[in-house]
């Protein structure tokens, strides 16, 4: 497990390299849309391993666990909600397993899916703590940091963050993902980058960032809104491989390696500090990051 002042002391050495996708590229190994990524970790694990592997392999310095929907409440809709706590511990284990040449497991903690109240049925406290058990849990197997990413409800955020925070001692990430230029580099909820920025930082995320969203392009700008609010505040940024199409009734994402990578590149000049790839994006996209100059070993 990496401290509090041991991730800052990395991320002020220059940027962390990030994997990129772990749904999108599982569902290239077999796992069917719509089914719960995490089933594999049980049915499958040599498949997440394989994962692990090669986004290690093409130079991620950190990997993040197959664990984006495993809280007790997203796992109530398949009837898994008694599974969760097993699910994060095994997430965590097979990243650890992977690290090869990696430092860091990321332990991934999505949202509910569903809406708090007044706008939905669901209340803060069983949120705060869904979040919470899923965090000890990832943290007890081995994760080094935390990232609570792909919020659109700020509130739904913080409530992510302050389980994540009760873990106790670990660094965390919080990420939200934000709609393009057309709904104003808003989130689906409405919350603006500026908003996210202050409100995370505030309470006591160790970085903040973008990821999911609609192309690099929108990210960069969020990014870019984000560093003029926060100057100090450490940046995160996982950008989708382009936005995606429908093609032969699947997902197509079009960037390449080279043209995600060459996007990018704006983000690491706005002083991102973790930097990869969320979804369309696999261990391509990763190698040609990885051959930017903000990587190089430093003399």
């Known amino acids: 497990m990496a401290t509090r002042a041991e991730f800052r002391n990395r991320v002020t050495r220059g940027p962390v390299l990030l994997d990129g996708g772990i749904g999108t590229e599982l569902m290239k190994r077999g796992l069917v849309a719509g089914t719960v990524p995490e089933i594999w970790l049980e049915s499958n694990p040599d498949a997440v391993r394989d994962l692990h592997r090669c986004y290690a392999a093409a130079g991620a310095e950190a990997l993040y666990t197959n664990s984006f929907g495993a ?3 997203k796992l109530s809709h398949p009837g898994l909600s008694a599974k969760a706590a097993f699910f994060n511990r095994l997430a965590a284990s097979l ?3 992977s690290l090869g040449t990696a430092s860091w497991v990321v332990g991934s903690m999505g949202p509910t899916g ?3 109240e007044p706008y939905g049925d669901l209340e803060e406290e069983p949120v705060r703590a869904a979040f919470t058990e899923q965090a000890r849990a990832l943290k007890e197997a081995g994760a080094d940091v935390l990232v609570v990413e ?4 700020l509130n739904e955020a913080l409530l992510a963050l ?3 925070l009760a873990a106790g001692g670990i660094p965390v990430i919080a990420s939200m993902s934000f709609e393009g ?3 104003g580099y808003r989130t689906m909820m409405g919350v603006t980058p500026e908003k996210a920025v202050e409100e995370l930082s505030k309470a006591g995320a160790d970085a903040v960032g973008a990821n999911c969203g609609k192309g690099v392009a929108d990210v960069v700008e969020v990014i870019r809104r984000m560093r003029k609010t926060a100057p100090s505040v450490v940046l995160s940024a996982k950008p989708n491989a382009g936005i995606p199409e429908m093609r032969d009734g699947k997902m197509f994402y079009p960037l390449d390696g080279a043209s995600f990578a060459g996007q990018a590149v704006p983000l ?3 002083g991102v500090s973790l930097l990869g790839g969320c979804c369309g994006t696999g261990p391509e996209h990763i190698r040609a990051l990885k051959a930017l ?3 190089s070993p430093k003399p």
């Open 150 to 153: 792909t919020f659109t409800d």
């Open 268 to 270: 690491l000049d706005l």
């Open 114 to 116: 569903g809406m708090l």
């Open 162 to 164: 302050a389980g994540a």
């Open 95 to 97: 990243a650890r397993e």
């Open 181 to 183: 230029e057309a709904q």
């Open 71 to 73: 809280n007790a409440i």
């Open 293 to 295: 100059p903000a990587f």
